[in-house]
């Protein structure tokens, strides 16, 4: 059946019929909505209003100005490249001396940088060495030969050497000023803070024993284990050799929380020992303890490689020496059991190990000598 067909009114056409006699139609047309009037002035705005012109005398400024920075950035570059190739340059001046060697005046040896010798930096004495101390003199001049700049000289991470060379004549003028009480002496301080590591030497800080998962190397040894071995052939040469008679305990062994205090006396002869050492070894022992932060460790390689008092003692010929790398293996025994089961830091532990390495072996040039071993 078809449905018939609806046509909405709106959609028909309406006649109108006027006054006048005759009608007119109209037809509306077909939308759905209603007239609207253009709106030709948006209330949004389009952005921000156009920057204000700029005269040609302005913007000329701008490029000379940034062209000068360009220059001077140029510059600075030019004048490293030349300071690396050691030629001259407006900023760092190079080096005032040619050649750097080693004489002896008197009854020392000096370094001398041409004709000038070398000198304190703070007291602007002359440095003067034993003759005994030829590998130190050495040493420090080829330091002094390696510099390219005066500017160099004056920043003392670039002068290690140096530094503790005059850490060492500072004590020995210090001790030889007989209006210095002797609380207030270099070496009384030097003796206190040393005497701190004694608390918290890494040598003596043990690990707990090691449980069923722990990490072992190729040999079975655990941690614990080496650090134990390695504490007991130290501990046993100073208690035989350096300090007869007295009793050095582990301070950490996994079971207790706090540092435990060494027997008592142990402090006293540790006192009195370092006491009776002199400048060069006061300042060799203070380098090594703050480097390898341990005590047992630095008094082994004084003992190993000083010609002064701290070397009078007997040991085998055929011994095998102390060196510095065995002294910064063991204090640093613990980071490189961890790094080498779980990896190093790049930059970080390889740089902190040579760090320390260069340090204690440092301490052996100054220490040592041709008086004695």
Not at 173 to 199: F, I, N
Not at 205 to 224: I, Q, Y
Not at 270 to 282: N, P, Q, R, S, Y
Request: hydrophobic letters at 40%; glycine letters at 6%; charged letters at 25%.
């Amino acid at each position: 059946m078809k449905l018939p067909a609806r046509v909405p009114l709106r959609t028909l056409p309406r006649l109108v019929h006027n006054g006048g006699g005759g009608g007119a139609s109209t037809m509306r047309p077909l939308h759905s909505t209603c007239v609207r009037a253009a709106n030709v002035a948006s209330v949004v705005g389009t952005g921000p209003p156009p920057e204000a012109p700029v005269t040609p005398s302005a913007d000329s400024y701008q490029r000379v100005e940034r062209r000068r920075r360009q220059a001077e950035m140029l510059k600075t570059a030019r004048e490293i490249r030349n300071v690396k190739d050691g030629k001259a340059s407006g900023g760092l001046k190079p080096r005032f001396w040619t050649n750097v060697d080693v004489r002896q005046v008197d009854d020392s040896l000096q370094v001398f940088l041409d004709q000038r010798p070398l000198r304190h930096p703070s007291t602007k004495a002359i440095i003067k060495l034993p003759l005994t101390k030829t590998h130190l003199a050495t040493a420090l001049a080829l330091e002094w030969d390696h510099l390219t700049s005066a500017q160099e000289a004056t920043k003392q991470h670039l002068i290690p050497l140096t530094s503790l060379v005059c850490r060492a004549l500072d004590i020995e003028a210090d001790d030889a000023d007989a209006s210095k009480p002797e609380s207030s002496k270099l070496r009384t301080d030097v003796a206190h803070m040393v005497l701190r590591h004694l608390e918290t030497d890494s040598i003596l800080c043990w690990v707990p024993p090691a449980g069923p998962f722990d990490v072992r190397n190729d040999a079975g040894e655990s941690l614990r284990d080496v650090q134990k071995q390695t504490a007991d052939e130290v501990v046993s040469y100073l208690t035989t050799n350096v300090w007869p008679g007295i009793r050095i305990e582990p301070i950490l062994d996994g079971h207790s929380l706090m540092p435990r205090d060494q027997p008592e006396g142990v402090r006293d002869v540790v006192h009195g020992w370092i006491t009776g050492l002199d400048a060069w070894e006061v300042a060799g022992l203070e380098r090594a303890v703050l480097a390898g932060k341990s005590l047992i460790a630095a008094v082994r390689l004084i003992a190993e490689w000083s010609e002064g008092s701290a070397n009078a003692c007997s040991f085998p010929v055929d011994a095998k020496p102390f060196s510095a790398e065995d002294a910064a293996k063991a204090t640093g025994l613990e980071v490189d059991w961890q790094s080498g089961h779980w990896g190093e830091v790049e930059d970080t532990h390889d740089v902190n190990r040579e760090d320390v390495l260069r340090q204690l072996a440092s301490v052996v040039l100054l220490v040592s000598g041709t008086a004695k071993r």
